[in-house]
């Protein structure tokens, strides 16, 4: 069974920094293009990076220069590192996994599965 468990959330300052981490379990995580998106209230899910099983990464443009996605597969985890975090990266952060290859570009969700629960960050102005 396939269980992703996302962290490192909460409220910050503008300009402040957060790192996220997500546990996956069940599956041969090195394998797999993992990705990291959002959802705030009221506005559509949207990626934010992805990081395939040989390293590459891809960004949205509105986190390039600010957010870094890392993964160590020794222990099954990515990372979001954020940083310079403004008040609209607030959102609810998931990070599910790339099960369908309809597309070039890792940037559709319902290319993703075994979504968890998510983790709430809040930056205030």
């Known amino acids: 069974q396939v269980q992703l468990v996302e962290s490192g959330g909460g409220l910050v300052q503008a300009g402040g920094s957060l790192r996220l981490s997500c546990a996956a379990s069940?599956?041969?995580?090195?394998?797999?293009?993992m990705g990291w998106f959002r959802q705030a209230p009221g506005k559509e899910r949207e990626v934010v990076a992805a990081m395939g099983r040989s390293g590459t990464t891809y960004y949205a443009d509105s986190v390039k220069g600010r957010f870094t996605i890392s993964r160590d597969n020794a222990k099954n985890t990515v990372y979001l590192q954020m940083n310079s975090l403004k008040p609209e990266d607030t959102a609810v952060y998931s990070c599910?996994?790339?099960?369908?290859?309809?597309?070039?570009?890792?940037?559709?969700?319902?290319?993703?599965?075994?979504w968890g629960q998510g983790t709430q960050v809040t930056v205030s102005s």
């Open positions: 069940g599956l041969t995580f090195s394998t797999y293009t």
């Open positions: 599910p996994v790339r099960v369908k290859f309809k597309y070039v570009a890792p940037v559709h969700d319902d290319e993703y599965g075994y």
